[in-house]
């Protein structure tokens, strides 16, 4: 037994030095970021905008998807509201079309929203008229920013995004919502937009949903040229 005792005290005091050996490791420390994105963008006025000094007009951010990711500008007038605009539609709002300089990342959110503060600040724009629209990737980042930032607007449609279920509940309820997707989207599952609107529904949000039978992952084409989707969007406003 005698003989024992050391051998033990020796054990326990290499475990503690090992012990306190790996703590030392464990360092705190603080490192501020900065993130810096070069968005290019398209920047719509109505036809009324500069008849007055004084109105406030709505505004629409649209968010293209990934195949306009990180390729010329001008691409991003091939679909969408910029699509429209080139075809000579004319809308009763301003339209934000930033491009996402990156073609295999998500977009910057947070870049996004600085961006469209820019714009808000230097133009003659009602803080509480703005809409917000994405298709595809950019319907994702729609999802995400309605999340991020839920009482900056004043509606909402995705076409053919997706979200976790779990962003439903950040979602501004007084929020309208309105959710395209093809039955046959290949790229994105139709059951992505299925789940969020039955969830939505479920929690007593105010959400339509259009879902387009034998159409697939292009279902932008149709979402964007309805109308009434550009009727819907301009007689919302938020209250606060």
């Known amino acids: 037994m005698p003989k024992t005792i050391p051998s033990l005290l020796l054990l326990m005091s290499i475990f503690l030095l090992e012990a306190c050996a790996a703590q030392s490791h464990l360092v705190q420390d603080e490192l501020e970021t900065v993130t810096k994105e070069d968005l290019k963008y398209y920047l719509y006025y109505p036809e009324d905008y500069f008849s007055s000094e004084s109105e406030s007009?709505?505004?629409?951010?649209?968010?293209?998807?990934?195949?306009e990711s990180g390729r010329?500008?001008?691409?991003?007038?091939?679909?969408?509201?910029?699509?429209?605009?080139?075809?000579?539609?004319?809308?009763?709002?301003?339209?934000?079309a930033p491009q996402n300089p990156h073609e295999k990342k998500w977009w910057n959110t947070q870049a996004v929203m600085q961006l469209l503060d820019s714009v808000v600040d230097h133009n003659r724009v009602d803080k509480k008229r703005i809409y917000l629209t994405g298709l595809s990737r950019g319907g994702s980042a729609a999802w995400e920013l309605a999340t991020q930032y839920p009482e900056r607007f004043a509606a909402l449609a995705v076409v053919c995004g997706m979200a976790p279920l779990p962003y439903a509940h950040w979602i501004d309820k007084k929020m309208p919502i309105w959710v395209f997707h093809g039955d046959q989207d290949e790229v994105i599952d139709v059951e992505e937009s299925d789940q969020m609107v039955k969830k939505l529904k479920e929690m007593g949000y105010q959400v339509q949903y259009t879902r387009y039978k034998g159409v697939g992952h292009n279902a932008w084409d149709r979402a964007y040229t309805t109308d009434s989707l550009y009727t819907w969007m301009?007689?919302?406003?938020r209250l606060k």
Do not use: R, S, Y
């Open 57 to 67: 007009f709505g505004l629409l951010l649209f968010l293209h998807g990934g195949g």
């Open 72 to 96: 010329a500008v001008e691409e991003i007038k091939d679909t969408g509201p910029p699509k429209l605009l080139v075809e000579g539609k004319q809308f009763p709002f301003l339209i934000l």
């Open 234 to 237: 301009a007689k919302q406003k």
